[in-house]
Nanobody
Framework: QIQLMESGGGSVQSGGSLRLSCLAD????????MGWFRRAAPGKEREGVA??????SIRYGDSVKGRFIVSRDSARMNLQMDNLRPEDTAIYYC????????????????????WGHGTQVTVSS
């Protein structure tokens, strides 16, 4: 079984920064992609934020390019979020999927099979 544990959420004012972290634990494959997604409200679709492959390939969602930076060191993935906006408010989820998802056309939730419980990020204006 694979466990994904997110940490680092919180509240910040517009223009501020937060750093999220995710640790993959358990029976992880020898190589895999990790990703960040967010859901702004119940019933809304999860939006792809970033994905990083085990070879270092990275893909960002269009809404966070230039503001968020994803990094990964083996089983730990971080998301540095700068210049946060109220529309970044959401529950942020860590996900794990097969290799190759860091170089896809888009960051798609359907490609990832394992999910964390999420961490809340709130940005006030």
């Amino acid at each position: 079984q694979i466990q994904l544990m997110e940490s680092g959420g919180g509240s910040v004012q517009s223009g501020g920064s937060l750093r999220l972290s995710c640790l993959a634990d358990g029976h992880t494959p020898s190589s895999y992609s990790m990703g960040w997604f967010r859901r702004a409200a119940p019933g809304k679709e999860r939006e792809g934020v970033a994905a990083v492959d085990s070879d270092g390939s990275i893909r960002y969602g269009d809404s966070v390019k230039g503001r968020f930076i994803v990094s990964r060191d083996s089983a730990r993935m971080n998301l540095q979020m700068d210049n946060l906006r109220p529309e970044d408010t959401a529950i942020y989820y860590c996900a794990l999927g097969p290799p190759g998802l860091g170089s896809g056309v888009e960051v798609r939730a359907a490609d990832f099979g394992h999910w964390g419980h999420g961490t809340q990020v709130t940005v006030s204006s």
